[in-house]
């Protein structure tokens, strides 16, 4: 372990300048920057003082720097289910810590978005076990049914509340600043055709065909949701149709048209869609589609189907990932013990 790297990482972490660490054990912040690009080390007397400095142990110097320290952190969000709080505030002053000294370092920023995303999912899952427990001692209760609708993202049946208009106000702004960004058209359609804003998505829906190419199909099963969202449902499987038979070896064509199949409660069709985008898929494959394929089979009633879903999924972490532990594996898990408690009720 290269002691330069973790000095640096811990410098970061406390948001301490070079020549602050230098002032405090008596050396040029010429010699720390060495030592952080490892052009030399501290001499051997100099790691009391840098130990107490950080508050830490000696043998502390020689662990972890900045790569291995990103990853992980990076690794909790995958593996771990609830970060620990003190391991959630040690990761943030480390990433802001590394802002400090570059604000524009997209990996931290990046990492620090999904630590408050990871928090905040972990925050629901916590918020609706307690919620439901309002609800089992008082069905009635208003306060148990508010809860637990906003930690599982319900729709509280008011328009203002339940819509996307700010998400949709923001991502107008940085399609002005990021014409024809397809990330950012994505997001818009997305959340335009949530909020049955059909007509106003139909322009930038129109975009799709010129900036990506590849994804061409998307057209059709955009403009598939357009019809369905007015009601002509005949031109819209038209349309959704159209997306797989001009794109018969384009996997994601059949999963979207899988989706639409799902929500018209055409569970065959959907099945047969899903199924098929999934075989179709170069190694490592994507399990969206069989996520999807279990919540058909639970919603018909097939537990066994549903649990052999879950068992693919982990085959696949498995086999495509080679990932035996963590969170990933854990819900499937988790999920086959719940499925296999209702085949016996």
Known sequence: MEIGLKIKALRIEKGKRQEELADYLGVSFQAVSK??????????????????YFGITIDELFTLPISDELERIENSLYQERRIAPENFDHSVNFLEGILKENPKDIRALSDLAFLYNHRAHSDHEMASNYAEKVLELDPEKKCGWIAYLEANDGLCGDQWYDNHFELIRYLKSFLDKNPKNFRGLYAIIENMLTDHCYDAAIPYIEQIKDIKPERKYMYDIYMGDVEAGHGNFDKAIYYWNRAVTVNPNVWQAYCCRGDRMMRLGKYSEALKDYEYSYEMQNVPHIVDGLYSMEQIYELQGDFDKAIECYERILACLKDDYSTNTGEGVDRPKREIERLIKAKGV
Do not use: N, Y
Request: cysteine-free; aromatic content about 6%.
């Open 35 to 52: 030592w952080e690009t490892l052009s030399s080390t501290p001499d051997i007397s100099l790691l009391p003082k840098l130990a107490v």
